[in-house]
């Protein structure tokens, strides 16, 4: 039996519409995914902060920003520019302990990976993690802000329309896979993290 995996944006949500989003949909565990768990401008957002809220409402919080999140503090994971590398990111040891992590939770938690990021498919919980997430027997979807869900199948069908590889051309014989590959690292490099110099 697969088991289901959510992903969500906090967005610039008050903290009660981010729980209700939770609520809504069963979740009872949050991956908090990114780097740095805090935000200037949402300080309801910060880990301590949001750890407690969560707690209150019942819902276990734990951080995951060290594994997996999309601005790492080992170096090779940048190019000469400072941008990070998602497949550098991918093949870390660290990265694949938090997707163990995530595989083991599911069974016992209905968990939501968290970010910062409104729409799934400009984060790097989608293209990084939800990439490599969906090689496993996972049915992933995601919050969308309104509260609706959107399956990680659809995503990639607007992230292929996206980059104009939806449709095979007379002359271009690559598979769905190889597409999706290519769609995923163009995405990747486009919304990557650029460290400053």
């Given at each position: 039996m697969s088991h289901q995996?959510?992903?969500?944006?906090?967005?610039?949500?008050?903290?009660?519409?981010?729980?209700?989003?939770?609520?809504?949909?069963?979740?009872?565990?949050?991956?908090?995914?990114?780097?740095?768990?805090?935000?200037?401008?949402y300080p309801q957002f910060n880990k301590s902060e949001l750890e407690k809220?969560?707690?209150?409402?019942?819902i276990r919080y734990v951080f995951l920003g060290a594994?997996?999140?999309?601005?790492?503090?080992?170096?090779?994971?940048?190019d000469p520019t400072g941008k990070a590398l998602y497949d550098r990111i991918a093949a870390t040891p660290e990265f694949a302990e938090g997707i163990q992590r995530l595989r083991k939770g599911v069974e016992s938690y209905k968990?939501?990976?968290?970010?910062a990021?409104?729409?799934p498919i400009t984060c790097h919980r989608t293209i990084l993690i939800c990439q490599k997430l969906k090689n496993?027997?996972?049915e992933?979807?995601?919050?969308?802000?309104?509260?609706?869900?959107?399956?990680?199948?659809?995503?990639?069908?607007?992230?292929?329309?996206?980059?104009?590889l939806h449709q095979l051309?007379?002359?271009?014989?690559?598979?769905?896979?190889?597409?999706?590959?290519?769609?995923?690292?163009?995405?990747?490099?486009?919304?990557a993290y650029i460290q400053e110099t």
């Open positions: 995996i959510f992903t969500i944006g906090h967005s610039n949500h008050s903290l009660e519409e981010f729980i209700g989003l939770l609520q809504q949909h069963g979740i009872t565990a949050i991956a908090d995914v990114r780097s740095h768990p805090h935000s200037r401008h809220s969560l707690k209150n409402a019942g594994e997996l999140g999309a601005r790492p503090s080992n170096q090779d994971c940048y968990i939501a990976l968290m970010c990021e409104k729409d496993f027997d996972l992933i979807q995601h919050i969308l802000a309104d509260g609706h869900l959107e399956s990680n199948e659809i995503l990639e069908n607007n992230l292929l329309e996206m980059y104009g051309s007379l002359f271009d014989q690559r598979s769905l896979e190889q597409r999706l590959r290519e769609a995923y690292q163009r995405q990747g490099n486009k919304i």
